[in-house]
């Protein structure tokens, strides 16, 4: 099938999936409202086969050390698949498939899936990650902008993390855990009963991200917009919480965002 948009509707919230723009959710209406940032980098991308920045953009892989395009200079950053173009597998009303085959500059051969789920109140986005050749290290998250302002109000985030990840001057974690600390964030935290965020926009909307996965970045320093981040390691994890992809186990991971209209 080709990789043109795809509209999924149920009740009055409606998506748009962009399989060629990078595999990204365009954008997500509830009730005639947007509230994904609109334009060709926003909305909501996947983040795979890392999340966040990897440390000079190399990471060992086994006896390697694997070098990646510097893309957000001195570091590589988000993954390779949100650059390239992903492919409709299945459509129906409410439901889409699509995939992506990891290539170069990646190392690996394997398959990225994506399934995009809509019912009336959610939104649930599962990833899987696959090979049937070579073992490799991998990470899996979105990456959400949410608009920060609907009908004029400031959205507030509400969560309870049990740690956050120490940010060096170099953005990424140094190791250490600290308690968590007030806005504004660009920081990874710890949520290890899952991941639990509530972002509220007053008199319009209330929508919670959750996810079985125990690491979310928080990111709320521009003014346009506020990026919540479920994934399955911190930033660098390829090199500090390596998650293997092995023919046997693939990498899977899921996120739903479910809205309350106030």
């Known amino acids: 099938m080709s990789n043109e948009d795809i509209t999924l509707t149920a009740g009055d919230a409606e998506v748009t999936v962009q399989p060629g723009n990078g595999g990204r959710i365009g954008g997500l209406r509830v009730g005639g409202t947007q509230l994904l940032r609109q334009g060709d980098r926003f909305g909501c991308f996947p983040m795979v086969p890392w999340c966040g920045r990897i440390r000079d953009g190399r990471f060992r892989d086994g006896a390697t050390v694997v070098q990646m395009p510097l893309n957000s200079p001195p570091h590589a950053i988000h993954g390779t ?43 649930t986005l599962t990833m899987s990650v696959e090979t049937y050749e070579d073992s490799f290290p991998a990470q899996i998250g979105w990456h959400p902008w949410f608009n920060r302002i609907l009908g004029g109000a400031d959205v507030t985030l509400d969560f309870t993390p049990a740690w956050r990840e120490e940010r060096g001057p170099d953005h990424l974690p140094t190791g250490h855990r600290t308690d968590p600390e007030p806005g504004p964030w660009d920081d990874c935290f ?46 660098n994890g390829l090199n500090t919480h390596p998650r293997l992809v092995t023919p046997l186990e693939p990498l899977e991971a899921t996120t739903t965002w479910s809205w309350t209209r106030l």
């Open 190 to 235: 710890g949520m290890p009963d899952g991941v639990d965020v509530t972002l509220t926009w007053p008199g319009r909307l209330a929508l919670k991200v959750t996810s079985p996965e125990e690491w979310v970045v928080v990111y709320d320093e521009q003014d346009a917009a506020v990026c919540v981040e479920p994934q399955t390691g911190p930033p």
């Open 81 to 123: 698949a949100r650059d390239g173009a992903w492919r409709t597998a299945r459509v129906t009303a409410d439901e889409a498939v699509i995939t992506y085959d990891l290539v170069d500059p990646w190392p690996h051969t394997g398959r990225v899936t994506q399934v995009v789920g809509l019912t009336e109140n959610s939104l």
